[in-house]
């Protein structure tokens, strides 16, 4: 099936530094989705993408929907503590549309 | 996600026993999915069902699994005959436009002992 390789599993940033993460795959995407999950929480979306080349902001966050439509960025500017937590990318494969499928997460810890 | 209400939020069961998963989607939302996640790990698509009808199972074990939303009330997953391995977090989605709009639950943690 689809996979996704999400990286870095970690990061581990001073507060007020920009950080990226990315997801690719090889398979095609439709629809490139960005979640944030505190712990014992539900996975909350931040930004939503669903055209090739598209680039969206949400505040401090910016996430990029690749050109090839098998890659996907999200940077968070000017880090601060309350960015902790796990982000996810997920997308809805060409091939089955009805399901996301997620990367395994990107965790991230601010010093402060 | 604050609409999306799953019940329990912590449930154990001893080996053998039957859990009920329930979740109420958003209002006005008429699409719901059911994704597992284990403990460091990402969500791993279950099923996808609309009202009465499921669309999707594929993700989902074919045994002791199954999952129902009916026309009036909760959609509830159901595992029976649990082992520890069931153990993990289920969490729901709803939405009224399929699963890019997708707004999640805060999950029920399922411990098996």
């Known amino acids: 099936g689809q996979q996704l390789n999400q990286s870095p599993q970690s990061m581990f940033i001073q507060e007020g530094e920009d950080v990226s993460m990315n997801c690719t795959s090889s398979?095609?995407?439709?629809?490139w989705l960005w979640y944030k999950q505190d712990p014992g929480e539900g996975p909350v979306l931040l930004i939503a993408l669903y055209k090739a080349g598209e680039l969206t902001s949400n505040g401090r966050l910016t996430a990029q929907f690749g050109i090839t439509r098998k890659d996907s960025f999200l940077n968070i500017s000017a880090s601060i503590p309350s960015d902790v937590g796990i982000y996810f990318c997920a997308g809805l494969p060409e091939e089955y549309g009805n399901k996301l499928v997620f990367g395994a997460g990107t965790i991230l810890r601010v010093k402060s | 996600n604050a609409g999306v209400m799953q019940n329990p939020r912590h449930l154990v069961r001893r080996r053998g026993q039957e859990a009920r998963l329930r979740c109420s989607p958003m209002?006005?939302?008429?699409?719901v999915y059911w994704y597992r996640q284990l403990p460091e790990e990402g969500l791993k698509f279950m099923v996808y069902l609309q009202k009465e009808n499921i669309i999707d199972e594929s993700g989902m074990p074919k045994e002791r699994f199954s999952a129902e939303f009916p026309k009036e009330g909760p959609s509830i997953l159901r595992i029976q005959q649990v082992v520890r391995g069931d153990s993990a977090a289920y969490f729901c989605?709803?939405?009224?436009?399929?699963?890019?709009?997708?707004?999640f639950g805060q999950g029920t943690r399922l411990t098996v002992v």
């Open positions: 209002k006005g939302h008429s699409h």
């Open positions: 398979s095609i995407f439709n629809t």
């Open positions: 989605a709803s939405s009224n436009l399929g699963p890019g709009e997708a707004f």
